[in-house]
Antibody, heavy 122, light 107 residues
Framework: QVQLVESGGGVVQPGRSLRLTCAAAGFTLSSNAMHWVRQAPGKGLECVAVISNDGNNIFYADSVKGRFDISRDNSKNTLYLQMNSLRAEDTAVYYC???????????????WGQGVLVTVSS | DIQMTQSPSSLSASVGDRVTITCRAS??????LNWYQQKVGKAPKLLIY???TLQSGVPSRFSGSGSGTDFSLTISSLQPEDFATYYC?????????FGQGTRLEIK
């Protein structure tokens, strides 16, 4: 069955970097666009970044543009989120989610990981 | 960015009740509207996409309707496992945006 497992979260100081990893199983990652969605404690959902199935199309939320970098290694069935210059407001649970689309993206997120907590604090 | 506004923000209902949650987009989004359910401590779950298409495995008591700017999610007969937070989401234009959520509680 489809599984997405995030890792790499933790506590980090403001200004530092962290890389999240999302390992996919049960399907071929190259078949789907992928998203990173975050949820600050007690808050709603925010789409942080999305990448097409082949990696050629990427979109970032304004809140992370220039600081975060989404990438994928289809040969390893793995999605990444490199987060630089972290701020307190980046504190959230980060989810990776699979897009129903096999092309660019549709926005329909049919499978989600369990989420990983990133805490930015001095 | 397209703003999504849900109402109500919270709702108390009883098992067996019929419940409707509404979502309004700040501009027309055709039928690029999706609904998710999130239980405490869990990832969101896709319920309905393209405004009215039921995701595989989702019970038929869930239904969605609407187009343009106004949409609704209806649960025809609430079950105990339906008490959760519900989010609408537009996928018409990037950035993809969510509503603020509707918390459905047991009365």
């Amino acid at each position: 069955q489809v599984q997405l497992v995030e890792s790499g979260g933790g506590v980090v100081q403001p200004g530092r970097s962290l890389r999240l990893t999302c390992a996919a199983a049960g399907f071929t990652l190259s078949s789907n666009a992928m998203h990173w969605v975050r949820q600050a404690p007690g808050k709603g959902l925010e789409c942080v970044a999305v990448i097409s199935n082949d990696g050629n199309n990427i979109f970032y939320a304004d809140s992370v543009k220039g600081r975060f970098d989404i990438s994928r290694d289809n040969s390893k069935n793995t999605l990444y989120l490199q987060m630089n210059s972290l701020r307190a407001e980046d504190t959230a649970v980060y989810y990776c989610a699979r897009d129903l689309s096999s092309d660019v993206w549709s926005g329909y997120m049919d499978y989600w990981g369990q989420g990983v907590l990133v805490t930015v604090s001095s | 960015d397209i703003q999504m506004t849900q109402s109500p923000s919270s709702l108390s209902a009883s098992v067996g009740d019929r419940v409707t949650i509404t979502c309004r987009a700040s501009q027309t989004i055709s039928t690029y509207l999706n609904w998710y359910q999130q239980k405490v401590g869990k990832a969101p779950k896709l319920l309905i996409y393209a405004a009215s298409t039921l995701q595989s495995g989702v019970p038929s008591r869930f239904s969605g309707s609407g187009s343009g700017t106004d949409f609704s999610l209806t649960i025809s007969s609430l079950q105990p496992e339906d008490f959760a937070t519900y989010y609408c989401q537009q996928s018409y234009r990037a950035p993809i945006t969510f509503g603020q959520g509707t918390r459905l509680e047991i009365k």
